[in-house]
């Protein structure tokens, strides 16, 4: 069984920053890729920042220049350093992971419960 939990939220003024970490246990041959998603109050969730074991990053628009995703393979481990915090940043930030694990050769994507970040003066 794969898990993956987050940790780092909380509430952060306007302009601050918070770094949010995402941990892989379980039973599990390899990490393929590791990323980040959000879901506002009446939203869809959206990807904020993936990144592959091979180091290739992508982000979503809103999010370009102000947040940083990192993976510690050795770790297990998925960082995500915001920046620059904004109040439409306010949602709960889930964790993915497409995680290679016995019965699962070519991987799936296991999902953690979600922390919420809430950012407010």
């Known amino acids: 069984q794969v898990q993956l939990v987050e940790s780092g939220g909380g509430l952060v003024q306007p302009g601050g920053s918070l770094t949010l970490s995402c941990v892989a246990s379980?039973?599990?041959?390899?990490?393929?890729?590791m990323g980040w998603y959000r879901q506002a109050p009446g939203k869809e969730r959206e990807l904020v920042a993936g990144?592959?074991?091979?180091?290739?990053?992508n982000y979503g628009d809103s999010v370009k220049g102000r947040f940083t995703i990192s993976m510690d393979n050795a770790k297990n481990t998925v960082y995500l350093q915001m920046n620059s915090l904004k109040p439409e940043d306010t949602a709960v930030y889930y964790c993915?992971?497409?995680?290679?694990?016995?019965?699962?050769?070519?991987?799936?994507?296991?999902w953690g419960k979600g922390t919420l970040v809430t950012v407010s003066s």
């Open positions: 993915k992971g497409r995680i290679r694990s016995p019965g699962n050769y070519y991987g799936t994507d296991y």
């Open positions: 379980g039973m599990f041959y390899g990490i393929d890729a």
């Open positions: 990144e592959t074991s091979g180091g290739s990053t």
